[in-house]
Structures are given as structure tokens and as C-alpha cells.
């Protein structure tokens, strides 16, 4: 598919640079020629080109597209395997509500950059080149004094471009606040309710979206300026640089379809050179997205399974020994969870864990699973460490039933 998204881009680029030349030479010779049937033969060329332009535009929409569709699925599916495999203590400290804004609309923006915005790139970046080229061979000089021009158009973009890229973060970190927020209050809706706290809840959604709203504004603001800078830069140069051109028609220097010629190529030169300033933009909005799934991605699961496990009897035996255990999260580390906890459940033994809520009911469940290590102590399986043993053969040994 990316070969095909390649063909189609390359063909419809190559219809639109064939325009130009058909125009000169219509200029110059259809218009002077005795041959009536010449101007027919060159519209029919014209006709056949816009023929292959729409079709090969077509097939380019479908293929980057499909592109970004397939990117943003398997994206996707890599970050949720990756979400699985991360430890309790990772949600404990970063909210449900903001990893699912990353999930979701952050790897939504990254299919805009890797379908249509890449496409668009690609394309005016072939469009740019084949219309210097052609401008080269149309006009050296003239060619010359729009090359000048291209760092002062370039530079100002570039040191911009970090501008928007800084601002688009710090949107989607906003977005991430209010969603994250929203999804806490929404899963409690029932305590919410309880204590009629709505309004006040409210409130505090409102003013998130609104800091939202306003982290958005000023990135858009800054892509406005540096779409409005790039397009300015781009037609002042331009401009100036056919009024030369056409002071040397009057001289003599060149022809008027010759001149026409560049003008097209120029423009087209032009509205590339627009168009990779809005795709710079898109690409530095996409970066920030990227930034925020890389940190996903480079989170390392604090529980994993040793690089030599020690195997568990087969067949198990069903033997369950704390020793000296002492207990925190990571979000409480001031308040014990448990102190010095030590007994032993025998093989075949029936074992009931009574206390108030808070006691450490759940939470020595959580460390026979090894959600979590303890901070001190040991936590045995059939006379195993639970850190020792494969993490996946561990947990293979139990059934839990959730409370909830």
C-alpha cells in the first residue's frame, strides 16, 4: 500500500508539473500557428493530463489513508498491550482518565500525521522540487533570486514550528487534566450524588475545559501566525521576483509564454512551500501527541518475572507462607498498609481473612498476586518467593473473585 500511495503521489505530481510546458508552448505557438488543429491537439494533452491527476489523486487519497488507519490501529493495539503489563502502582500514581486521553486522541492525532499529513508532505516536497527544476530550465535568473529568498522563508518557520510543537503539549496535557478528572467523578457517581456535590463538581469540569480551551486557542493562534508569516514571505518574494520577469519580456530577454511558464511553476513552488508551513505545523502538534505515547511506551513494569525464575512444585501444593512482611503504597508511603505480618496456610487448609475495611484484607492478597513487592519481609508459594517465580506461573496458580 505504501508502494502504491508512492506511484499514485509521484504520477499526480508529474500530471501537474506537464501543465506548465503545455501552456508555454500553447502561448507561444497555438496562439501565432496557421495550424487551427494545433491549440486541439494541446487541449486534448491538457485533458488527458487532468485525467491522470484525478485519478492518481484519488488512489493517493485512498492509499495514505488506509496508511494512517493501519498505523493508528496497530498503535494503538501496541500501547493497550503495553498499558496491561504495567503494574497497579503505575495507575496508582497516573489517572485512568489521562492514560485513556493518550490511548485515544493522542493516537489520533499521530493518524493524521502518518496518513494525510505525510501524504501532503511528500507531495509538496516532489511538487517543490519539480517546480525548481523546471524553473531552473525556464529561467536561470530569475530561478537564482527566488533561491536567495528561500531562508528567510525557511529560518522564521523553523524557530516557529518549536512554538507550536510547545503549546500543542501543553493542549493535550490540558485535554488529558479534564478527561482524567471527568472519568473519577463519573466512576463515583454514586458517592457524587450522595453529598450533592453537581454543582461543585461542575464547576471544577467547567474550568478545566475552559484551561483546555484555552491551551488549544494559543496553539491555533500560533499556527495562524506561522501560516500567515510563511504565505506573506512566500508572495512578497514571488511578486517581486515577476515584476523582474516581466520587465524582461518588454526587453526582449525572454517570450511570454516563457514567462508564463515560470509564473506557473513559481506559484505552484509557492503554494508547496504553504502548504509544507500548515504540514509543519500539523507535524509539530503530532510530535507532541508522540512525546506523550513515548513516555507510555517507556514505562517499565515495576513487577516483572525474574530473569532466571525459580520453577514451582508440580503439581502444586497449595502451601502459602508471609514472613516479617511490611507493606506501603506507593501513594501512602506514610501510612502502613502492614507491619511485621507473618503466618502460614497449610496445604488443604481453609483460611478466612476477617477485619474492618482498611485492615490489609485486600492488600495481602495483592502481594500473594505480586501486584506489589513488599518492602520488607517475604511473601512464599509452595516454599517459593513470589518474587522469584515466574510471574505468569504464579498468578496460573490461583483464582481470585473480585468483591466488587
Known sequence: MVALALVALLASAGAMLAVPVGVRRMIDLGFSSENPDFIDKYFGMMLVIGTVLAISSATRFYAVNWIGERVVADLRRDVFAHLTLLSPAFYEVNHSGEVMSRLTADTTQIKSAAGSTASQALRNLVMLIGSVAMMFITSVKLSVLILVMIPIVVLPLIAYGRVVRRLSRTAQDTLAEASAYAGENLSAVQTLQAFTYEKGVIARFANSVELSFEAARERMKARAGL??????????????????????????????????????????????????????????????????????????????????????????????????????????????????????????????????????????????????????????????????????????????????
Open 227 to 404: 501560516t500567515a508569516i510563511a504565505i506573506f514571505l512566500v508572495f512578497a518574494g514571488i511578486v517581486g521576483i515577476l515584476w523582474i520577469g516581466a520587465q524582461g519580456v518588454l526587453a526582449g530577454d525572454m517570450s511570454s509564454g516563457r514567462l508564463g511558464q515560470f509564473v506557473l511553476y513559481a506559484a505552484f513552488a509557492a503554494g508547496a512551500m504553504g502548504e509544507l508551513s500548515e504540514v509543519w505545523g500539523e507535524v509539530q502538534q503530532a510530535s507532541g501527541a508522540a512525546e506523550r505515547l513515548s513516555e507510555l511506551l517507556d514505562e517499565e513494569p515495576q513487577i516483572a518475572s525474574p530473569a532466571h525464575p525459580k520453577p514451582l512444585p508440580n503439581p502444586p501444593r497449595g502451601e502459602v507462607s508471609f514472613r516479617n512482611v511490611s507493606f506501603s503504597y506507593p501513594t501512602r508511603s506514610e501510612s502502613p498498609a502492614l507491619e511485621e505480618v507473618s503466618f502460614e496456610v497449610a496445604p488443604g487448609e481453609t483460611v478466612a481473612i476477617v477485619g474492618p475495611s482498611g485492615a490489609g484484607k485486600s492488600t495481602l492478597f495483592s502481594l500473594l498476586l505480586r501486584y506489589y513487592d513488599p518492602q520488607k519481609g517475604k511473601v512464599l508459594l509452595d516454599g517459593v518467593g513470589a518474587s522469584e517465580a515466574d510471574l505468569r506461573a504464579l498468578r496460573q496458580r490461583m483464582a481470585l473473585v473480585p468483591q466488587d
